[in-house]
């Protein structure tokens, strides 16, 4: 059985620093480029980063490019969102998915070409 399971989230003032782990299980974890994906109270969802198989390339929001950085372990099978400065507009939960890859670029998000979800960790920015 593929599992996702995202851990890490929770309450930060902005300015402060999360970061988010993804557990992968199920399936072969460093054959897939992976995802983080988020969805804000009363939007949809927002691709944030995505990093190919090997963990040697990466593409990331223009948002937050300089305060988030993915990474993944492929030998414990972990994807990782290191957060910093983060701002109130971050606030969302969280979700990492198998990607395609290279990430496409569509005008609205397109959750089908995203196989596998983990069921998503909150990230609350608020003072």
């Known amino acids: 059985e593929v599992q996702l399971v995202e851990s890490g989230g929770g309450l930060v003032q902005p300015g402060g620093s999360l970061r988010l782990s993804c557990a992968a299980s199920g399936f072969e974890f460093s054959s897939f480029p992976m995802s983080w994906v988020r969805q804000a109270p009363g939007k949809g969802l927002e691709w944030v980063s995505g990093?190919?198989?090997?963990?040697?390339?990466?593409s990331i929001l223009d948002s937050v490019e300089g305060r988030f950085t993915i990474s993944r372990d492929n030998a414990e099978n972990i994807l990782y969102l290191q957060m910093n400065n983060l701002e109130p507009e971050d606030t969302a939960v969280y979700f990492c998915?198998?990607?395609?890859?290279?990430?496409?670029?569509?005008?609205?998000?397109?959750?089908?070409?995203?196989?596998?979800w983990g069921q998503g960790t909150q990230v609350t920015v608020s003072s």
């Open positions: 998915a198998t990607s395609p890859w290279p990430i496409p670029r569509d005008r609205v998000f397109d959750k089908s070409k995203y196989e596998f």
């Open positions: 990093i190919n198989k090997g963990g040697g390339s990466f």
